[in-house]
């Protein structure tokens, strides 16, 4: 669930700005500021099942979006480049070619 979470916060984070006022609403009091269903129901005066339902399409909205920008996913592939190239930076001696080859992958990246 954890795992999920986190997902969830970072495609929110990349993709917010795709979501309608309701639904960036609805998604920050669930996944940033963890209000309940009901706790959100109360707040904007509708029932926990629509609340539930909207947060349900968000999240399908937020995959979908990924699934076509790929934001998340390179940035992930980013980052683990960026750890690797400062690890070859750590060591005495690094590679040029190890350094060119990191270099190289994250321009594939834009």
Known sequence: MLEKTTRINYLYDFYYS???P???NYMSLYYLDDYSLGEIAEEY???RQAVYDNIKRTEAMLEEY???LLLFQKFQ???KLLRHFKELLIDEHPSKQAMMEVVA???KLD
């Open 18 to 20: 795709l979501l309608t």
């Open 22 to 24: 309701k639904q960036q």
């Open 45 to 47: 005066e509708v029932s």
């Open 66 to 68: 990924e699934e076509k």
């Open 77 to 79: 592939e980013r980052s």
């Open 105 to 107: 992958e994250l321009e």
